[in-house]
């Protein structure tokens, strides 16, 4: 493992710091949303159309916020043969709670045992949908803080989102990614070139600790959310101004600035007015638009002297500027929505869906040297923005080149899940429902139909201490190293290599205090 002395760069900030690999959990079931259409009585395309969603994964009563965390820890340690020593932070993002005081965190702290690695910073962080960047940025400054000792931080953002029957239902979702963060990153997060927006409000929140439902004021949410964009928008584009003008760039900066624009994806059509949104507001800010006929923003002399705060429900201008970014959200954003269609809203990994999908979609080739901006937003409410840059190194073997080819495989898993017909699917939330934070507990769901290597929940005894077992990894894992080896351990768990095929799996407990 990577000690102090061989990667703490003393005297000096450590160079680019970011994500040196990425993993994806989602579950192995989901329903279709026609069908869902269908059942609901909704009218044609309401789902499909209007929320732009196609399929929505979720769990049974055998999956918890636990057991995905364990899973996509797990995976990226084992497909990247990392040892558990190596980790000197973690920290897990996710809004799903099930117990008040304990953490997720303190649960995947099982998977270090055998490491006898104890000396892991972090803990859960909790803001609606924005707890996993919030997480990756508390990691990012530790690596560049003096509280660093070299080793790597493992970010985790994982939830299950689910709603009462009804309109809200079509955009939950679940599952889970974790992040590897440390210096010499393939994926490097753009310093200094961050803005953020806080503010109190109650567009969507939480407050019956007895369900898993949310209160949602939808109205205000999506209001919420588009005005936390402009000001976020507005503070990051101040900031890469100046590095434009160092690049000897002219005019402001704006979406043409990037390659990829991603959003947190509460649903994808909200994704695509986001976008629309950002073109208007490079259109306010655009000293002379070209609104010639044939130029970029042609035909929107009306909408030169409005407010932004003003037309946050205007049908015109969102229709006007939804088809003067349509080419703009065809390149730079609608490819990348992958996961949250097939998958649906995740909350706090449906960002880092986004990237994910964005790697698995373009060859290393079409990556290297890109910037990609990112929006992550949280109800509450809690939202940044902020930019990756991708190495330029397409070398095979590279850092990005592992990356790309440890995704590879995405839309295989997509492919390869279990469709369920709408009338289990609403058997199955109900059951949820009904044994929510029930104890003593036997679940009941099948475990024949997860993912390979996919840890479940067994029984939740009398005083809410949960089991858990892991499902054998019966094929060959492959196994892509992203992270340089030299003068580190390559093997997980106390110098033992996982075998292809997992042993019998053991009962782990996760008590409660």
Wanted: aromatic share 10%.
């Amino acid at each position: 493992m990577p000690s102090s002395g061989e990667n703490k760069q003393v005297g000096c900030w450590p160079e680019d710091v970011g994500i040196l690999a990425i993993e994806i959990y989602f579950p192995s079931q989901y329903v279709d949303q026609v069908e869902l259409e269908q059942f609901d009585g909704a009218s044609a395309g309401k789902y499909t159309i209007g929320l732009g969603q196609a399929k929505m994964g979720f769990c049974s009563d055998r999956e918890d916020i636990n057991s995905l965390c364990l899973t996509v820890v797990q995976k990226l340690m084992e497909r990247n043969k990392l040892s558990y020593d190596s980790i000197g932070r973690l920290e897990v993002g996710t809004e799903t709670i099930i117990d008040k005081s304990k953490s997720t965190k303190t649960v995947l702290m099982q998977l270090f045992e055998e490491s006898g690695n104890t000396n892991v910073e972090g803990i859960d962080t909790t803001n609606a949908c924005y707890g996993g960047t919030a997480a990756l940025f508390n990691s990012l400054n530790w690596v560049e803080s003096s509280s660093w000792d070299g080793r790597y931080a493992l970010v985790v953002a994982g939830d299950i989102a689910v709603y009462a029957s009804g309109n809200a239902r079509p955009t939950g979702g679940a599952g889970a990614v974790a992040m590897l963060v440390g210096p010499n990153a393939p994926l490097v997060i753009e310093r200094g070139l961050r803005g953020s927006h806080m503010q109190h409000v109650y567009d969507f929140y939480k407050p019956d600790l007895s369900s898993e439902f949310p209160t949602v004021d939808g109205k205000l949410s999506i209001q919420c959310y588009l005005g936390a964009l402009d000001k976020c928008y507005q503070i990051y584009r101040e900031k890469a101004q100046p590095s434009l003008e160092k690049e000897g760039k002219s005019g402001p900066f704006s979406l043409e600035n990037v390659d990829a624009m991603l959003f947190h994806t509460p649903f994808c059509k909200l994704v695509q007015k986001s976008l629309a949104r950002l073109v208007f507001n490079d259109f306010l800010q655009d000293p002379k638009p070209d609104m010639a006929e044939g130029g970029k923003y042609a035909g929107m002399e009306a909408f030169r002297d409005l407010k932004l705060e003003e037309t946050f429900f205007d049908r015109t201008v969102e229709k006007a500027f939804m088809t003067c970014s349509k080419n703009v959200f065809e390149e730079k954003t609608k490819p990348y929505l992958l996961i949250a269609n097939q998958v649906g809203n995740m909350y706090t990994p449906s960002l880092y869906g986004g990237l994910v999908s964005y790697i698995a979609t373009n060859s290393v080739s079409d990556l290297a040297g890109k910037r990609v901006a990112l929006f992550s937003y949280g109800s509450g409410l809690a939202s940044s923005m902020y930019s990756i840059r991708m190495s330029g190194d397409t070398t095979p073997g590279s850092a990005l080149h592992k990356v790309a080819a440890s995704l590879a495989d995405l839309k295989e898993r997509l492919d390869s899940r279990i469709k369920v017909a709408p009338a289990k699917f609403a058997d199955i939330m109900k059951l949820r429902q009904e044994t929510h934070h029930l104890a003593k507990y036997t679940p009941v769901g099948s475990i024949e139909d997860l993912f390979p290597g996919t840890w479940y929940l067994t029984f939740v005894d009398e005083m809410h201490r949960r089991q858990y077992q892991r499902v054998p990894l019966t094929v060959e894992a492959e196994t892509t190293p992203v992270i340089p080896t030299e003068n580190m351990e390559t093997t997980p768990l106390s110098g033992k290599r996982p075998s292809a095929i997992a042993p019998e799996p053991t009962p782990v407990s996760a008590p409660t205090m």
